[in-house]
């Protein structure tokens, strides 16, 4: 988050700048912490993170396939996902089994 931002602001501006896509009518999906939410950077610094998860069906763009975060974005369904992202597998699993929102872990 940038200072002085909502939630909203930051999950739309950091859609637009990882992938190309403007989203608009978010809603929310989840909130999670805890100890799944921890990370290690690789310059060490150790972090429990809370995450804000929101969904939206409402976007526009062009997805970009390379950035600075990340190499590659493309949609998946429910029933064909990749290897997961160990950080991220917790709520995209809660969006595969369609579990009620909002989640609160």
């Known amino acids: ?37 921890f990370s290690e950077y690789q ?5 429990f993170s809370v995450q804000i998860i929101f969904y939206s069906n409402c976007f ?19 029933n064909n996902l990749p290897q997961l992202n160990p950080h991220q597998e917790r709520f995209i699993q809660d969006w595969v089994i369609q579990v009620n929102l909002p989640v609160i872990k």
């Not at 310059?43 to 972090?47: A, H, K, L, R, Y």
């Open 43 to 47: 310059n060490g610094d150790q972090v």
């Open 60 to 78: 526009s763009g062009e997805l970009l396939q390379s950035t600075e975060e990340s190499h590659e974005h493309r949609f998946f369904s429910r």
């Open 1 to 37: 988050m940038e200072p002085g931002e909502t939630f909203f602001e930051t999950a739309m501006r950091e859609t637009l700048e990882e992938t190309g896509l403007k989203i608009e009518h978010l809603k929310l999906f989840g909130l999670y912490s805890g100890e799944e939410g």
